[in-house]
């Protein structure tokens, strides 16, 4: 079984700043894929970026990048030049490379982007 | 391109009593999935179809819960008595089958049920 984790249930940031929101997940899996989702006020969940666990280097997304430590299982999201539209719950998912391939999320942390 | 599209938005019903959720999925993606998301946690996963195949139904509490997605496009989840702790965002999302995986998923509004 896949279980996702983050420590973090709410953070707060001023804006223009830089934050880094944490996620481990525990699998038995070699070849998975990792997500960050952001779910505004409004509750329409987007994605904001995937990473491939066979791929050593990073992903970015403009001001978001990760810190993929497959080793110790870690991901973690750091959003850079935080802007008020950033406020929102985000969520750190697994998803298997075989078989079905649907989501299995952590509980979210409340991210605040103070102006 | 039109999302997802959910209805209703919201319902409230009282335990015991019946509710149906609509899904449309964006047009073109075969695989469709409802998810749960209970107050305070990440979405749940319920049931995945592809086309008009279950994929994996194997957290759907099959007692009281059902679902179809008739002709793979459109989809409905029906909760048949409801209990108190069925209170939650009924979330539909969507994707293309992707070689390989990792495939994006297009979530919709969610239907948010409130069981009295």
């Known amino acids: 079984a896949q279980t996702v984790t983050q420590s973090q249930p709410e953070m707060s940031v001023q804006e223009a700043e830089t934050v880094t929101l944490s996620c481990t997940y525990d699998?038995?899996?070699?070849?998975?894929?990792l997500f960050w989702y952001k779910q505004p006020p409004s509750r329409q969940m987007i994605l904001v970026i995937r990473?491939?666990?066979?791929?050593?280097q990073n992903a970015t997304e403009n001001r978001f990048s990760v810190n993929f430590q497959k080793a110790a299982k870690s991901f973690s999201l750091k959003i850079s030049d935080s802007q008020l539209g950033d406020t929102a719950m985000y969520f750190c998912a697994f998803m298997k490379r075989s078989g079905a391939n649907n989501l299995f999320f952590g509980t979210g942390t409340r991210l605040t982007v103070i102006p | 391109e039109a999302g997802v599209a959910q209805s209703p938005r919201y319902k409230i019903i009282e335990k015991r009593q019946s509710v149906a959720f609509w899904c449309n999925p964006i047009?073109?993606?075969?695989?469709l999935y409802w998810y749960q998301q209970i107050l305070g946690q990440g979405p749940k996963l319920l049931i995945q179809f592809q086309n008009n195949g279950v994929v994996d139904d194997s957290q759907l509490p099959k007692d009281r819960f059902s679902a179809e997605r008739l002709k793979g496009v459109d989809s409905t989840l029906k909760i048949q008595p409801a209990k108190l702790e069925d209170s939650a965002v009924y979330l539909c999302a969507s994707s293309f089958i992707r070689t390989g995986g990792g495939n994006e998923q297009f979530f919709g509004p969610g239907t948010r049920l409130t069981v009295l």
């Open positions: 990473q491939e666990a066979y791929k050593q």
């Open positions: 047009s073109g993606h075969a695989t």
């Open positions: 699998t038995s899996e070699n070849n998975y894929y």
